[in-house]
């Protein structure tokens, strides 16, 4: 039997993402007592989807090769997973209050950073920053009247076991997930425990409760943004050390921007590391093209 190839892993990780994402949006608007409206989901989603294949258009087009959502619907639909995970999670996310504006303008951006920040390495061309999470932290900056989704409406309306229950569902599925498919475990493993390091550093230095600076780590919000954010496939390191590193630079971050009293730390910590990220493989590749191009060639 073949073993299965990256690309192969990849549409798989994001075909279950793509469910996840789906179904938590439907349980949560119907049973879980999400705040956010329908016209957020379904926004986010035509913007979503529009962007991509306008740009996706465009660019094949420019290129002169096949888009890639052309051969059929299942190769349409694979095309826009990364875009239905993303709108989702803006629409989970972001709370505009009455504006739906602000959601689109997320979900376009979302799909335009794919197609705007990217970087050659090797052979691949390939985008370093988080989509969604472009897309909300930058409407978090522009627009500070913008706020996220209360983080109780995952949990509002349940209590007893059911508390206790949700949270070990997203925990297991999300460790499945990021185990077999996104492979990213080490990742995770670090930003956790670089978490609960910077809160114990942190919580010493200031003289604060221990607890109080750990304690996010319990809710739900917490959950999705550790096993459904910040180890996208796309934006982090393959290899376990760059993982690790990812991971923990994102959790040092988080403790300066709280040092600087900046709320939404998470989000802005992840858009920092991506575009630091960014800046580093760029340098990198650079030197490896002036190397390849100033060395001495054998005849």
Same mark, same amino acid.
């Given at each position: 039997m073949?073993?299965?190839?990256?690309?192969?892993?990849r549409l798989a990780a994001?075909?279950?993402?793509a469910?996840?994402?789906?179904a938590?949006?439907?349980?949560?608007?119907?049973l879980?007592g999400?705040?956010e409206?329908?016209?957020y989901v379904?926004?986010? #989603?035509?913007?979503?989807?529009?962007?991509?294949l306008?740009?996706e258009?465009?660019e094949?087009?420019?290129n002169?090769?096949?888009?890639r959502?052309?051969?059929?619907f299942i190769?349409?639909?694979?095309?826009? #997973?990364?875009?239905? !995970?993303s709108?989702?999670?803006?629409?989970?996310i972001l709370?505009?209050?009455?504006?739906?504006w602000?959601i689109?303008?997320?979900s376009a951006?979302a799909g335009?950073?794919?197609?705007?920040?990217r970087l050659? !390495?090797?052979? &691949?061309?390939?985008h370093?920053?988080?989509p969604?999470n472009?897309?909300?932290?930058?409407?978090?900056?522009l627009?500070?009247w913008?706020s996220?989704?209360p983080?109780?409406?995952y949990t509002?309306?349940?209590s007893?076991? #059911?508390?206790?229950?949700?949270?070990?569902?997203?925990?297991?599925f999300g460790?499945?997930?990021n185990?077999i498919?996104?492979?990213r475990?080490p990742?995770i493993?670090a930003?956790?425990?670089?978490?609960?390091?910077?809160g114990?550093?942190r919580?010493w230095?200031?003289?604060?409760p221990?607890?109080?600076?750990?304690?996010m780590m319990?809710?739900v919000a917490?959950?999705l943004?550790?096993?459904?954010m910040?180890?996208?496939p796309g934006t982090t390191?393959? &290899?376990?050390l760059?993982?690790?590193?990812?991971g923990?630079?994102?959790?040092?971050?988080?403790?300066?921007?709280?040092?600087?009293?900046?709320?939404f730390?998470?989000?802005?910590?992840?858009?920092a590391?991506c575009?630091?990220?960014?800046?580093y493989?760029y340098t990198i590749?650079k030197?490896?093209?002036m &190397?390849a191009?100033?060395?001495?060639?054998?005849?």
């Amino acid at each position: 039997m073949s073993k299965n190839t990256p690309k192969d892993m990849r549409l798989a990780a994001l075909r279950r993402f793509a469910t996840a994402i789906t179904a938590l949006t439907i349980i949560g608007l119907l049973l879980l007592g999400f705040e956010e409206s329908y016209a957020y989901v379904l926004v986010s #989603l035509v913007v979503g989807y529009f962007v991509d294949l306008v740009l996706e258009t465009l660019e094949a087009w420019s290129n002169g090769r096949k888009a890639r959502y052309r051969g059929g619907f299942i190769p349409f639909v694979n095309f826009l #997973l990364p875009a239905h !995970i993303s709108s989702l999670a803006i629409a989970m996310i972001l709370y505009p209050n009455e504006q739906l504006w602000p959601i689109a303008f997320a979900s376009a951006l979302a799909g335009g950073s794919k197609y705007i920040f990217r970087l050659k !390495i090797g052979d &691949k061309v390939k985008h370093f920053l988080n989509p969604s999470n472009t897309g909300i932290a930058m409407t978090l900056i522009l627009f500070p009247w913008v706020s996220i989704a209360p983080p109780y409406q995952y949990t509002e309306n349940f209590s007893g076991a #059911l508390d206790w229950l949700l949270p070990v569902i997203f925990i297991v599925f999300g460790t499945l997930l990021n185990a077999i498919y996104a492979r990213r475990i080490p990742l995770i493993v670090a930003w956790l425990s670089a978490f609960i390091l910077q809160g114990v550093l942190r919580a010493w230095f200031f003289e604060t409760p221990m607890m109080a600076e750990v304690e996010m780590m319990t809710g739900v919000a917490f959950l999705l943004f550790t096993f459904y954010m910040i180890e996208d496939p796309g934006t982090t390191p393959f &290899k376990p050390l760059g993982q690790v590193m990812f991971g923990i630079s994102v959790a040092a971050t988080y403790a300066v921007l709280m040092m600087f009293h900046i709320v939404f730390g998470l989000f802005f910590a992840l858009f920092a590391v991506c575009i630091l990220r960014g800046m580093y493989l760029y340098t990198i590749n650079k030197r490896v093209i002036m &190397k390849a191009v100033t060395s001495p060639r054998l005849v």
